[in-house]
């Protein structure tokens, strides 16, 4: 089982930053891939970033360009930065983790409302 714990979410002005992070109860080492995903009132679950354990990162072309996933193995933590936010970036955030075996996890997620 890996355990995920989300923090850093928040209220913020559009063109704000905010910094979201998941920390991991293993090595995420141990893991296949990390990655973002968020949800919006009536609409379905999309990715934001992913890494790889290899350290390639994927962004979905919407946070291109103003998000930047990043990670520090000493802390098995995972995190998304985020600047030039918009208010339909307002969404729950989920923090995933994919196993070897390609298992998922799921953080609690985390409330991120842009205002405009």
């Known amino acids: 089982q890996v355990q995920l714990v989300e923090s850093g979410g928040g209220l913020v002005q559009a063109g704000g930053s905010l910094r979201l992070s998941c920390a991991a109860s293993?090595?995420?080492?141990?893991?296949?891939?990390m990655g973002w995903y968020r949800q919006a009132p009536g609409k379905q679950r999309e990715l934001v970033a992913t890494?790889?354990?290899?350290?390639?990162?994927n962004y979905a072309d919407s946070v291109k360009g103003r998000f930047t996933i990043s990670r520090d193995n000493a802390k098995d933590t995972v995190y998304l930065q985020m600047v030039s936010l918009k208010p339909e970036d307002t969404a729950v955030y989920y923090c995933?983790?994919?196993?070897?075996?390609?298992?998922?996890?799921w953080g609690q997620g985390t409330q991120v409302t842009v205002s405009s």
């Open positions: 995933n983790a994919k196993s070897l075996r390609l298992s998922d996890y």
């Open positions: 890494i790889i354990r290899g350290g390639s990162t």
């Open positions: 293993v090595s995420i080492f141990s893991l296949n891939a």
